[in-house]
């Protein structure tokens, strides 16, 4: 099952704009049980190189609708200290979920470093084992 997510978030309006965010916050809940369901598919064979590649998939789908928010909260804070000043409230709080919103693609960005890696480090293995056994038969 695949399925692509793509939001753009826009201040037109604080309301509209909260709206757009609650959105492509659930939308990362879709993706995040989209990952939960395919690595329980896999039971107990959640580090093979399959499993591994397809929370890749997943992974990187959830960074690209993190990064959107990312950008769109930057947008906000901008847009919140031109309105209401840069030690206003609002603008505060746009700026706590921009650092939130930072640490979360920033954990993300590095659960996908290490999915990789470990995907990676399989391949080498795999290979390394077939020369072994290829370098036996001859």
Do not use: C, H, P, W
């Not at 890749?56 to 960074?63: D, Q």
């Amino acid at each position: 099952m695949k399925r692509e997510i793509v939001t753009t978030l826009a201040l037109d309006g604080e309301r509209e704009y909260k709206k757009a965010l609650s959105d492509a916050a659930r939308q990362l809940r879709v993706l995040g049980s989209e990952l939960k369901a395919t690595e329980s598919a896999f039971g107990d064979n959640t580090d093979s190189v399959e499993a591994l590649t397809a929370k890749s998939k997943i992974l990187r789908k959830e960074i690209d609708q993190q990064e959107e928010i990312v950008k769109s909260l930057r947008k906000a804070v901008d847009e919140a200290a031109e309105k209401y000043g840069e030690a206003d409230k609002r603008t505060d709080g746009y700026r706590i979920q921009l650092n939130n919103a930072t640490t979360a693609l920033n954990r993300m960005s590095s659960e996908l470093g290490t999915t990789e890696q470990r995907i990676d480090e399989m391949e080498r293995s795999l290979r390394d084992a077939t020369d072994v056994t290829e370098d036996l038969e001859t």
